[in-house]
């Protein structure tokens, strides 16, 4: 089976510092990855995805995450919050089955 | 890519009544999602649904309480039957879209139908 921790529910930065929201996986395959944003009131929307090319994803809003097996992590980093990255952030793997586990979900405050 | 479409966008409706979700996609697709997001938690799969066959139930969630309709590669709904103030969540539809070349799966999701029961 497979599943995913986000390792903080609430992370709060003062605008223009760097934004670091963790996520640590379990798999049995390969697994794909995700990372997806949720802003108020709004649907999920995809911010990137890891499925073995690069370890190094870049995405949309200039988040990026970077895949390492060693330490089955997919952390997902920004280096300079704006306002408008205040939202939920939901990390996902995925099996060869295409099977999606969600994290529980941390939600990112910015500060001005 | 996909874009999807739901109706409602939100609803508030009393105990006993049953709602009927429509999501409509903008491209034939052949796997169709529909999740529960209850207040403050992550999402959870309710049922899979694949045009011309019978949708496929998660682990606490049966036909009865939530059937399905798929009657086409663009189209689906979710009933939520005999509801109760249990039931107030945040409804998503979503879709599966194969990455071009590499064969990879990614799951698009629809703007959510937010209902609440009095």
């Known amino acids: 089976a497979q599943s995913v921790t986000q390792l903080d529910s609430h992370v709060s930065v003062s605008e223009g510092t760097p934004v670091l929201l963790r996520c640590n996986y379990s798999?049995?395959?390969?697994?794909?990855l995700f990372w997806y944003v949720q802003h108020p009131n709004k649907g999920l929307q995809l911010l990137l995805k890891?499925?073995?090319?690069?370890?190094l994803v870049k995405g949309i809003n200039g988040f990026e995450a970077e895949f390492k097996k060693s330490e089955t992590s997919f952390h997902l980093t920004k280096p300079s919050a704006h306002m408008s990255d205040a939202a939920e952030y939901f990390c996902?793997?995925?099996?060869?089955?295409?099977?999606?586990?969600f994290g529980a979900g941390t939600r990112l405050t910015v500060k001005p | 890519s996909a874009v999807i479409s739901q109706k409602p966008s939100r609803d508030i409706c009393q105990r006993g009544t049953s709602l009927t979700i429509q999501c409509q996609v903008d491209?034939?697709?052949?796997?169709m999602f529909w999740y529960r997001q209850q207040p403050g938690q992550s999402l959870t799969l309710i049922a899979t649904a694949n045009q011309g066959s019978e949708a496929t139930y998660e682990s606490g969630f049966v036909i009865d309480k939530f059937p399905i309709s798929r009657p086409n590669l663009t189209f689906s709904t979710l009933t939520v039957s005999n509801m109760s103030p249990e039931d107030s969540s945040i409804y998503l539809c979503?879709?599966?879209?194969?990455?071009?070349?590499?064969?990879?799966?990614?799951?698009?999701f629809g703007p959510g139908t937010r209902l609440t029961v009095l």
């Open positions: 491209s034939q697709v052949t796997m």
């Open positions: 798999s049995s395959y390969s697994p794909s």
């Open positions: 890891y499925t073995s090319a690069a370890t």
């Open positions: 979503s879709v599966e879209v194969r990455d071009g070349d590499r064969a990879i799966d990614t799951q698009y």
């Open positions: 996902v793997v995925s099996d060869q089955n295409n099977d999606m586990r």
